[in-house]
């Protein structure tokens, strides 16, 4: 079954500390792996995308890798701001021949104190 | 370029009343999807299409339904409205090369 499983769901820090949100997935076949912000209120926004030939991929304060022999990734956030308090969603999209529809993960919310 | 838009924000239906959630976009993508996110969970698919006169249902599909004349919009249709279906909604298009989801504002939902 095809599935995304994010941890931890919860995570409280504070400002200026480094955080890291973890995504394993069983989707196959394997096309994408994108992460997705979602403020409070408003509609997810693409963070940054992960193909199968890309490990490390950095977008400002976000980097994301990727291990698609593990069918591991992660989000790590440096110094963290208040505005990055949030949900991170992973999404996972399948191949040439797969579903149109991108695979879920519910998100692990991120609370950044002062 | 307006993106996805989603009307109305906010709406607050009595039980067994029937509405439509408007969705438009202006990014001449195919793929359109409408998912529902009930408080502190993930997103569920609702119903999705793949291109005009093209629809199919997802995950949650029961007491919806939607319809796809055209590119541009894919309005879904709640009828004789639950309590079950107080959620945000949100409508999404998926760019065909790159497969990244372009989301509207969402429509808060609310059945009494």
Not at chain 1, 58 to 85: E, F, M, P, V, W
Not at chain 2, 20 to 38: G, I, V
Not at chain 2, 60 to 87: H, I, K, M
Request: proline share 4%.
């Amino acid at each position: 079954k095809n599935q995304v499983e994010q941890s931890p769901q919860s995570l409280i820090i504070l400002e200026g500390k480094n955080c890291t949100l973890q995504c394993n997935y069983t989707v196959s076949p394997f096309s994408n792996l994108r992460w997705y912000k979602q403020d409070t209120g408003r509609g997810p926004v693409s963070l940054t995308i992960m193909t199968f030939s890309e490990n490390t991929k950095s977008n400002g304060r976000y980097t994301a890798t990727l291990d698609a022999d593990t069918k591991q990734s992660s989000l790590h956030i440096t110094a963290s701001q208040l505005s990055d308090s949030a949900s991170y969603i992973c999404v996972v999209s399948r191949g040439s021949g797969g579903s149109y529809i991108p695979t879920f993960g519910r998100g692990t919310s991120l609370i950044v104190h002062p | 370029n307006a993106g996805v838009t989603q009307t109305p924000k906010f709406r607050i239906l009595k039980i067994g009343q029937s509405m439509t959630l408007q969705c438009t976009q202006d990014m001449n993508h195919n793929y359109m999807y409408w998912y529902r996110q009930d408080p502190g969970m993930g997103l569920k698919l609702i119903y999705y299409s793949v291109g005009a006169g093209i629809t199919d249902k997802g995950e949650v599909p029961n007491g919806y339904n939607v319809s796809r004349s055209t590119t541009e919009d894919f309005p879904l249709r709640l009828e004789l409205a639950a309590p079950s279906q107080t959620s945000v909604y949100f409508c999404a298009t998926k760019a065909g090369e790159t497969g990244e989801l372009f989301f509207g504002e969402g429509s808060r939902l609310t059945v009494l």
